[in-house]
């Protein structure tokens, strides 16, 4: 290290001193606790799925099977873990409105027909996937840290 960058560094070490004096003095209390810094993009909606209809064997995708208004096989459990894309279909014989509680996604779904979620998980914690106007929850959405 030549002298002109022990200068530098003292000079940086010195506005480092410099800038934590002023912001102890100064009680301005701003709060500096920020959200989580979520990196999707706005907009960023699925752009594969929807268009198909025809629902290939995608690997790791669940489909949950709506039958008289209620789970076939009860309330299914979709775990993940913490940044997992979290892919699943609905297929419902009755027309309602799939709710991912938690993360707040809602989609329409007609009798018959089929909806598809996929989103990051970005949210830990235990969420309900639910038929809106049936009340009927259909899933357990589990996002392990
Ligand atoms: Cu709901």
């Known amino acids: ?45 699925a752009t594969r799925e929807g268009a198909g209809g025809g629902e290939g064997g995608q690997g790791g995708a669940t489909t949950i099977v709506v039958k008289d208004g209620e789970p076939e096989g009860g309330v299914q459990d979709l775990e993940y873990k913490a940044g997992d894309q979290v892919r699943f279909t609905v297929d419902s014989d009755v027309a309602d409105e799939v709710h991912v509680h938690g993360y707040d996604l809602m989609k329409d779904v007609a009798a018959g027909g089929s909806v598809s979620f996929s989103f990051s998980a970005e949210i830990e914690g235990i969420f309900e996937v639910e038929l809106e106007e049936h009340g009927e929850q259909i899933a357990e959405l589990r996002v392990n840290p």
């Open 1 to 45: 290290m030549n002298y002109a960058m022990k200068v530098a560094v003292l000079l940086l070490v010195l506005a480092a001193i410099g800038a934590l004096a002023a912001c102890g003095g100064s009680d301005t209390g701003t709060n500096t606790s920020t959200g989580t810094t979520s990196s999707a993009a706005p907009g960023g909606q």
